[in-house]
């Protein structure tokens, strides 16, 4: 994937830095101002995710999610850098699952389960376990369950998974 040039950068960089401030809405119209060539790029896509993940617009954020996993390696909702993975919550990337997932009365388990791995992979177990309910929420508990005891992904929850 090319890299995004100026002045595309810059308004990703604008985007980012009105997301940190907490101005949505500018993070959306400096979005908006990236040329089409760049609008599905990764590093535009992921800061899309977030910007939605922080509005608590859930359809479009896992729409965007699901089509940075398309993507492969490349489309990795988490950044090699400059933050190391393992200090990048889930949660940050989707906000608290637990409601939005409820809200949008999603009848499919595996995002939330696929979640719940990454978040116990980088050892942030209560969010993993967090994760793991919203799953449990949406198909059986005795499914999940044995899904998740045989999951060496969810190996750190095994003893908490066991007493579902």
């Known amino acids: 994937m090319n890299a995004i040039e100026a002045p595309d950068k810059h308004h990703l960089l604008a985007a ?5 401030l907490g101005n949505e809405l500018e993070a959306f119209k400096e979005l908006d101002r990236i040329a089409p060539a760049f609008t599905a790029h990764p590093d535009v896509l992921r800061l899309r995710c977030r910007l939605y993940g922080k ?3 859930w359809i ?3 729409n965007v999610a699901k089509a940075l996993c398309e993507m492969g ?21 989707f906000g608290n699952g637990r409601h939005s997932f409820e809200s949008i009365k999603l009848s499919f388990y595996a995002i939330p389960y696929n979640l719940a791995c990454y ?11 967090d994760w ?11 499914e999940i369950r044995t899904l998740a ?4 992904d969810l190996q750190a929850l095994w003893d908490r998974i066991s007493e579902l």
């Open 16 to 20: 980012e830095g009105w997301l940190e």
């Open 55 to 57: 509005t608590r617009n």
């Open 73 to 93: 390696p490349v489309g990795s909702l988490l950044e090699e850098e400059p933050v190391p993975r393992a200090e990048v919550p889930v949660k940050t990337i």
């Open 119 to 129: 978040a116990c992979q980088l050892g942030h177990l209560q969010e993993a376990w």
């Open 60 to 62: 479009a954020a896992v």
């Open 149 to 152: 005891l045989n999951d060496e």
């Open 132 to 142: 793991l309910m919203v799953a449990v929420d949406i198909a059986d508990a005795n």
